[in-house]
């Protein structure tokens, strides 16, 4: 899923897309809504098997309709003796974060800075989706920021995978802090793996013009991308075969 100010597919960034993260949720909850109401989709859903997977910023989300609560004094004071340790410092893809939301905020700003400002007043909200039977997370990033007690709060199947040389959502600093907190939760640490190297093989373009989301670490993109399939795969059909029986036939 694409989110607002966040994708390629928009002539350009917003900060918002990545400030504002809590928000993500949301879109997907609204997605959902969607495809339940669609008459084409809805017959091929099976609401008892509904599970959610995501990267990065995505593997945050999801772990927010699992019902991870954002705490955003927690997260400033994690950041405030740690500026440049990741989540409190603009990822590669963003280096002009910091200063796109200064602007986004300054005297005068209007509706953009007031959009800004509501939103974060809403951060803390709840935003669990008992729709979602079961969560699985790769690379979470922005763990510090989930308020501890939401974390143990988690009931259902979760599960984290994460590369050793993540330097965007830090294994040992950041993730399984977080994912050890919940109960039953599920971590798989792959040694050799940066952040990035779940994302799509790079061309020789991208190589060129966006190098650090090319670095992978000693394990190709293709290998571990087959690993993460065959693994989400297998969790998804333990933790939802005691929903219900197999998905809805077309």
């Known amino acids: 899923m694409d989110h607002h100010g966040n994708t390629a597919a928009e002539p350009r960034y917003l900060p918002e897309g990545f400030v504002l993260w809590w928000e993500r949720a949301d879109d997907l909850s609204v997605l959902?809504?969607?495809?339940?109401?669609?008459?084409?989709?809805?017959?091929?859903?099976?609401?008892?098997?509904?599970?959610a997977a995501g990267f990065s910023l995505g593997g945050h989300t999801v772990m927010s309709l699992a019902g991870a609560r954002t705490d955003l004094a927690?997260?400033?004071?994690?950041?405030?003796?740690?500026?440049?340790?990741?989540?409190?410092?603009?990822?590669?893809?963003?280096?002009?974060?910091?200063?796109?939301?200064?602007?986004?905020?300054?005297?005068?700003?209007?509706a953009e800075?007031?959009?800004?400002?509501?939103?974060?007043?809403?951060?803390?909200?709840?935003?669990?989706?008992?729709?979602?039977?079961a969560v699985y997370a790769m690379a979470p990033a922005l763990t510090p920021a989930f308020a501890p007690a939401s974390l143990r709060g988690i009931d259902l199947p979760l599960r984290a995978v994460v590369g050793?040389?993540?330097?965007?959502?830090?294994v040992h600093a950041q993730v399984a802090p977080a994912i050890m907190a919940i109960p039953e939760a599920e971590l798989e640490i792959v040694e050799d793996v940066g952040h990035y190297a779940?994302?799509?093989?790079?061309?020789?373009?991208?190589?060129?013009?966006?190098?650090?989301?090319?670095?992978?670490?000693?394990?190709?993109?293709?290998a571990l991308h087959r690993m993460v399939a065959d693994?989400?795969?297998?969790?998804?059909?333990?933790?939802?075969?005691?929903?219900?029986?197999?998905?809805?036939?077309?």
Not at 36 to 47: E, K
Not at 164 to 170: K, L, S
Request: with cysteine; aromatic share 4%.
């Open 198 to 222: 779940f994302l799509a093989r790079c061309t020789w373009r991208g190589r060129l013009m966006a190098s650090p989301l090319c670095r992978d670490g000693g394990r190709g993109r293709e």
């Open 113 to 133: 800075a007031a959009t800004v400002r509501g939103s974060r007043i809403r951060a803390g909200a709840d935003r669990r989706d008992r729709r979602i039977r």
């Open 164 to 170: 050793t040389d993540d330097d965007q959502a830090p």
């Open 74 to 110: 927690r997260h400033a004071a994690y950041c405030r003796p740690r500026a440049e340790v990741a989540g409190c410092r603009p990822p590669p893809e963003a280096a002009t974060l910091g200063e796109d939301l200064h602007e986004r905020l300054r005297p005068g700003a209007g």
């Open 32 to 51: 959902l809504d969607a495809l339940l109401a669609d008459p084409v989709w809805s017959a091929r859903i099976d609401r008892r098997r509904i599970g």
């Open 231 to 250: 693994d989400a795969a297998a969790f998804f059909d333990r933790a939802l075969s005691s929903a219900g029986a197999g998905a809805a036939q077309p």
